[in-house]
């Protein structure tokens, strides 16, 4: 089958993410999503392995969700939140500070992940400035981690990623240390809070790096880094854009740590891979810092599309879906799928690590390799993967058939297979 034309004007007009345009392998021409599935123009089906960045928990099109989005656009497509306010979003905030755990009193919309952790990060800022009349303008984050591209979350990614290194100089500089997993690692986190009184948070991916190779770590450093700024007066904010809503085995990795953040951030999977929007949630003592009689404590942040009410719409139907669907259940047996698939290639030569938690598989190799070459063998197989650096990862649907999981994995195998021979 021919390209259809509109796939010339993108290759003429669109500049696509994370791409060398002149370069680049030709984009496939999608027609349409459905369950896990990728329909091209060309007729041929892909089984989504990555959930279009970890988004579609629920699988495309799920019916639910694009009722609801119907009913929404046909009563209020959306209304600023200026000096205004509509039911999808104070439906959705409500809902949110009783799902996520703590004693979360607040909740600012987003358009995107990026932006909500740029907002979490302001509010720290402010609080400090606001409860205290102190003056705290660096974060702490961690190597391997990534929380955006905006100007001030690209200040707390892993700065030996890469990925913004072009940047360097144009960023403030911010404090990026190892995960304190043991105990030299906790003593030098321990030392930079006890030793500098700049820091207003720490933030955290919990329990799964994502876009900085799937990297995993367990429980008790979470409640470490609870007990750190608590000793030294930091804030603690979650950054669980990626691994909110089910996808680390518990609605929240909060949840599954038992440890409650002074602030968290989501997205991807908010509205089920529907429509962009993100949240900042604060618990109540930090709110309490910007309520009051004084205008200038205010938190000076207002995107346009702020609380959209389609997405809001989407993200409760999303949320009801949890509610009445067997999702957690869904998740724990992809996890059981996924450990028996690859739990051979940890003894292979030429495999540094297999990492599997909740939703998400992951398999490192010691060694680089060609990533277009792999994602053009994976589309030959019949399945859409996308590599991190030297990892090959999965982070599927929830509600993806075992044989559809069983045709990615064995994908997965077979190249890690053809690449470590």
């Known amino acids: 089958m021919a390209d259809p034309g ?26 349409s999503t459905q369950g896990a599935r990728i329909r091209l123009v060309d007729g041929r089906e892909l089984i989504d392995g990555v959930a279009s960045w970890w988004t579609a928990v629920h699988g495309y099109n799920h019916p639910r969700i694009l009722a609801a989005v119907s009913d929404q656009l046909s009563r209020m497509p959306h209304i600023m939140l200026g000096g205004l306010v509509h039911e999808p979003a104070s439906q959705l ?25 740029e907002v979490a990060m302001k509010v720290a800022v402010q609080y400090w400035r606001n409860a205290f009349g102190q003056t705290r303008t660096k974060f702490v984050s961690f190597r391997g981690g990534y929380h955006g591209d905006t100007f001030a979350t690209m200040a707390v990614c892993d700065p030996e990623e890469g990925m ?14 190892p995960l304190p997993r043991e105990e030299a690692s906790a003593a030098g986190l321990e030392r930079a809070l006890g030793e500098r009184r700049d820091i207003a948070g720490v933030i955290v991916e919990p329990l799964l790096q994502g876009a900085g190779g799937m990297l995993v770590h367990d429980e008790a450093t979470l409640r470490r880094l609870r007990a750190l700024c608590d000793a030294h007066g930091a804030l603690l904010i979650f950054d669980e854009i990626f691994t909110g809503f089910g996808r680390t085995g518990a609605m929240f990795a909060a949840t599954r740590a038992g440890v409650s953040p002074d602030i968290m951030t989501l997205g991807k999977a908010l509205t089920g891979g529907v429509c962009p929007l ?21 938190l000076m942040h207002g995107p346009t599309f702020t609380g959209h009410a389609l997405a809001c719409a989407a993200a409760n139907a999303s949320l009801d879906l949890f509610e009445e669907e067997p999702r957690l259940d869904q ?16 003894r292979r030569r030429g495999v540094k690590d297999v990492r599997i938690l909740g939703a998400v598989g992951a398999v490192e190799l010691e060694q680089g390799f060609d990533r277009e070459q792999t994602r053009a063998a ?9 590599p991190l650096g030297r990892t090959i990862y999965l982070s599927p ?25």
């Open 6 to 31: 509109w796939l010339q004007d993108g290759l003429d007009h669109l500049w696509l993410p994370y791409t060398q345009m002149k370069t680049m392998a030709r984009p496939l021409a999608v027609a």
């Open 93 to 117: 905030a409500a809902r949110l500070t009783r799902l996520a755990p703590g004693d979360f009193a607040r909740v600012f919309f987003t358009e995107s992940g990026s932006v909500a952790v």
């Open 164 to 177: 913004h290194a072009l940047f360097k100089g144009a960023l403030a500089e911010q404090i990026i240390l």
């Open 278 to 298: 993100a949240a900042t949630l604060v618990s109540a003592r930090i709110y309490e810092a910007f309520h009051g009689d004084d205008p200038e404590k205010a």
């Open 331 to 346: 998740i724990a047996a992809i996890e059981r799928r996924m450990r028996a698939a690859f739990e051979a290639l940890r």
């Open 378 to 386: 994976f589309i030959d197989e019949g399945v859409f993967i996308r």
């Open 397 to 421: 649907a929830y509600t993806i058939g075992e044989e559809e999981l069983d045709a990615l994995t064995g994908a997965v195998v077979r190249r890690v297979e053809a690449l470590t021979a």
